[in-house]
């Protein structure tokens, strides 16, 4: 069979490279860095569970990827605005939170060790000789749009996800507090006016140690960027684009993990069995990317009025799962809102590619 070239070691790339090898493919990942995760310093993140009616990982699962990493769900999540709370239990884990990095432990350094097992060569600090054949570089520069910063940290506080809605700490964006097992995250997450970033986060921590008592033993900083392309590059020449650099992003919350494990999978999959991989993303995410270009309208245009209304509604429903859910079904009222949410995001985005 063929050599398959696939640039980018991370998330996607070795999704591709780990099924590739399985379908009996030579294959060899090039990446520019030392090692796979080295974007991140040991961040939590969450893999989302609440766009599919797929638990996210079972879908990881059929992407033929083994779940040998940390991954601890969650089925309590705190929402707030700073005044107003909303304690929901959901009735399945809402999201599975990983660490990200180059150590023991990291959905990144998991992947890595499943694509050598596979048979995959990977290539780090190494660049290319022949043409590639899968894209799955991860954020590209000209598509930023969002910036997170933020601490990783020991604590001897609970478990605990808490989302935070305020103006000052995540302008146009969010916060979050995340505890797992002693471990901590905080980080502000934002879109617009980036140079905001580190009073957001200054509000954040102020926010979070007055209502959870944050308390926070060596602290190391951790953040990067994240990208939103609309019309995100699936196939160019027969090469195909995978994960962020496909723009598989989530333009609500920057949500990207998932896609990024599954378009590396759907990739593979064209390949290994000459499917259409434009067709596959397209059923698989035409609807996810127009209700996030729907929710992030929303999401500004309600703003800091908005935060607190939202709470009360999600503290209201007697389904919380379902809520979650339907923000990215692509209902028929995230259809009708669909144009006219881009049309109004359009000037504001110039890099999300409308
Ligand atoms: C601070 C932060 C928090 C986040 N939190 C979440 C979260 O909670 N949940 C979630 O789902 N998503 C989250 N995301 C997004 C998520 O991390 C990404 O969507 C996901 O990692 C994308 O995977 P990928 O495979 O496309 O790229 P990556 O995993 O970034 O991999 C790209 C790889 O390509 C390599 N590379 C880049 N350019 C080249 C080149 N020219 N030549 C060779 N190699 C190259 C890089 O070194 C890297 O190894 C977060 C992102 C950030 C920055």
Redesign the pocket.
């Known amino acids: 069979m063929r050599e398959i070239r696939i640039?980018?070691?991370?998330?996607?790339?070795l999704t591709s490279a780990i099924n590739l090898s399985k379908s009996g493919y030579k294959t060899t990942v090039?990446?520019?860095?030392g090692d796979?995760?080295?974007?991140?310093g040991g961040?939590l993140?969450?893999?989302?569970n609440w766009s599919s009616d797929t638990n996210v990982v079972d879908e990881l699962k059929q992407s033929g990827v083994k779940i040998n990493f940390d991954c601890d769900p969650f089925r309590k999540v705190i929402l707030t605005d700073g005044k107003e709370e909303a304690r929901v239990t959901f009735k399945s884990p809402i999201f599975y939170l990983v660490k990200?990095g180059a150590f023991d432990g990291t959905l990144?350094n998991a992947l890595k060790q499943q694509a050598l097992d596979a048979g995959a060569d990977l290539r780090y600090k190494e660049k290319p000789a022949a043409p590639i054949d899968i894209f799955?570089?991860?954020?590209e520069s000209k598509r930023v749009l969002g910036v997170?910063k933020?601490i990783v940290f020991e604590t001897d506080m609970e478990d605990t996800a808490v989302a935070l809605a305020d103006i000052d700490a995540g302008y146009m964006g969010y916060s979050y507090l995340l505890v797992t097992k002693g471990y901590g995250c905080v980080?502000s997450?934002i879109t617009k006016d980036l140079g905001m970033i580190n009073k957001c986060f200054t509000s954040t921590l102020k926010i979070f140690e007055k209502m959870y008592g944050l308390e926070v033993r060596r602290p190391r900083k951790?953040?990067?960027?994240?990208t939103f392309n609309y019309r995100g590059k699936l196939v160019d020449n027969g090469k195909l684009y995978?994960?962020?650099?496909a723009g598989l992003?989530?333009f609500l919350w920057?949500?990207?993990?998932?896609?990024?494990i599954v378009s590396?999978y759907l990739a593979s999959e064209s390949i290994s069995k000459g499917l259409d991989y434009k067709k596959l993303i397209e059923k698989r995410y035409r609807g996810y990317i127009r209700s996030a270009v729907v929710n992030r309208f929303l999401w500004e245009k309600f703003g800091k009025r908005g935060y607190g209304e939202m709470i009360k509604k999600v503290k209201s429903v007697e389904d919380p799962d379902r809520l979650f859910h339907k923000l990215y079904s692509y209902t028929t009222a995230h259809k009708i809102v669909f144009p006219f949410a881009r049309m109004m995001l359009k000037p504001h985005y110039p890099r999300a590619g409308f």
């Open positions: 640039l980018g070691a991370g998330v996607s790339g090039f990446d520019r860095a796979s995760g080295t974007r991140f961040d993140q969450g893999l989302e990200r990144d799955a570089t991860g954020p997170d933020g980080c997450a951790v953040g990067g960027v994240a995978v994960g962020e650099a992003q989530d920057g949500f990207g993990i998932r896609s990024a590396g």
